[in-house]
């Protein structure tokens, strides 16, 4: 579900929630303990592309987001995210809420337990050396600080020792945390001598424990060297090799996470199960996956169903569920800007001066515009000029967040042209123009009256605000019932009525 809602199509890495499956357990000074799951919050909100975006970003540019966050970077503007925890109490049930904290295919809606903020990330500055400060990192579930312990999730403990395994195998030994990218700025102490990658000129004789050669040592780091130790716990019960029944409800969330989106996302995620469905060519697997959807959702079902031309079948979905608002992307309020791209239409008699007073009150949100026209070059003459990045033949809407036609600009019947703001107004994106410029929109079918659409005088501040303002809600999503509805297709009808169009379609 998640996969093919919109969240599985970000529209950068800086408007994309991190947030760990597992649980894992906090520990003050005094013993107490308590259950945590850690999130990244971005602070420019959390935006995808839409279906037709993401298939175009695959062909035409499949460094879409690396380009997207060193772009950014490179303009000034950094990739910001709040560090956050959810806290739950360390009861012994190892559940919240009916919710259980080892499953990590399970969330606790944050209606439930607010995520409170408690840090922040900067991404600043881009790599020098891909491979050294990117292609070698070593991640691991086991590198922890003091205070931060596992829990007995069966996942994380699988990742205990897969993780390791994979950094000895991938980066060539166990000396892997020697690399500059992966070395802690804590000292470590460890029993590891020789191989790839050793820096350490070890001395002593012994490696291990216990020994009689070197006095007993190395020793087992202990609390006050700030060593590994793990909480005590009172445990009760039989151990047995097997998930516990709260693993088998595996409907209840996906219908909240259903439930909770808007209508558009809704829309969204039906067109994603229709389309990847559709290309299943094995009978047998379309309808188990409907009989999947079917304990979902019967909407959902139905209208996947019918986008596939094959019966619903009738689940149990569950009734009550508690609604999660802070699943759905759609924003009210326009957000920040930082790292947008404006795309402003351009030629030798536009508007340069208007241009210039766009890009400044853009470039005060961190958010950049580029000029766009029918061939490369200079726009201009003198202390007014302004250079062409992109042509009409190497632009695509992906590219950009919005789309300015400049006052002065001469209508063309450039189809290439036509396309692009086409394009970017199918996938309600904000579009304006200033001046005369309205009328290259009016040519593409885009009207003044549209929802997401500012059109000016001139290229004054009140102008700019507004649409600065339109692109701070990522989309105009009142414009996606006109321009992005499917049109999915009724049920399957019965079988008379199948014999009924064929005879009709012999005799013409």
Not at 185 to 202: I, K, S
């Amino acid at each position: 579900m998640w996969n093919m809602s919109d969240r599985g199509i970000p529209r950068s890495y800086r408007t994309m929630e991190g947030f760990g499956v597992h649980t894992f357990r906090l520990v003050a000074e005094n013993g107490e303990t308590r259950l945590v799951k850690f999130h990244w919050k971005p602070l420019a909100g959390v935006h995808s592309l839409v279906w037709e975006e993401a298939q175009i970003a695959a062909g035409v540019d499949p460094d879409f987001h690396r380009r997207d966050m060193s772009d950014g970077i490179k303009a000034g503007a950094p990739l910001e995210y709040e560090f956050g925890i959810q806290v739950m109490p360390d009861d012994g049930t190892e559940t919240y809420e009916g919710i259980d904290l080892l499953d990590p295919t399970k969330i606790v809606p944050e209606e439930l337990v607010p995520v409170q903020p408690i840090g922040k990330l900067t991404l600043d500055a881009n790599p020098t050396n891909y491979f050294a400060e990117t292609e070698q990192v070593a991640f691991h579930t086991g590198h922890l600080v003091p205070g931060i312990e596992v829990t007995n999730d069966p996942l994380m403990q699988a990742r205990l020792f897969s993780y390791l395994d994979t950094q000895i195998t991938r980066l060539g030994g166990p000396n892997f945390s020697q690399l500059p990218i992966n070395r802690p700025h804590a000292p470590v102490d460890d029993m590891l001598r020789d191989g790839m990658h050793q820096t350490a000129v070890h001395t002593g004789l012994a490696p291990y424990l216990s020994n009689s050669v070197d006095d007993g040592e190395p020793a087992v780091a202990g609390e006050k060297d700030h060593g590994y130790v793990q909480t005590e716990r009172l445990i009760e019960g039989r151990a047995v090799r097997a998930n516990p029944a709260s693993f088998d409800d595996h409907f209840t969330q996906p219908t909240m996470f259903y439930r909770s989106l808007s209508a558009v996302e809704q829309d969204h995620l039906v067109e994603a199960f229709t389309f990847e469905l559709g290309k299943v060519f094995e009978q047998s697997i379309k309808e188990r996956e409907l009989e999947v959807l079917s304990n979902v959702d019967a909407d959902l079902c139905e209208r996947v169903a019918a986008g596939l031309g094959l019966p619903a079948p009738v689940g149990t979905p569950a009734e009550d569920v508690l609604l999660s608002p802070a699943l759905s992307q759609i924003v009210e309020a326009p957000g920040p800007i930082a790292g947008r791209k404006i795309g402003v239409i351009a030629d030798a008699g536009s508007d340069l001066s208007g241009i210039g007073k766009l890009r400044t009150a853009a470039a005060r949100r961190g958010a950049t515009v580029h000029v766009i026209a029918a061939a490369g070059g200079i726009l201009g003459k003198g202390m007014r000029t302004q250079v062409v990045e992109r042509t009409y033949l190497t632009v695509r809407s992906i590219e950009f967040d919005a789309f300015v036609v400049a006052g002065g600009t001469t209508p063309t019947n450039d189809i290439k042209l036509i396309l692009l703001l086409q394009e970017a107004f199918r996938h309600c994106k904000a579009m304006g123009a200033w001046g005369d410029g309205a009328a290259l929109l009016e040519q593409a079918g885009i009207g003044a009256d549209d929802a997401g659409v500012v059109i000016g005088e001139t290229a004054v501040k009140a102008f700019n605000d507004a649409l600065l303002a339109a692109v701070g809600l990522h989309r105009a999503w009142d414009r996606a019932p006109a321009v992005m509805a499917s049109n999915i297709p009724p049920s399957v009808p019965d079988k008379p009525a199948r014999k009924r169009a064929a005879k009709a379609k012999a005799r013409k």
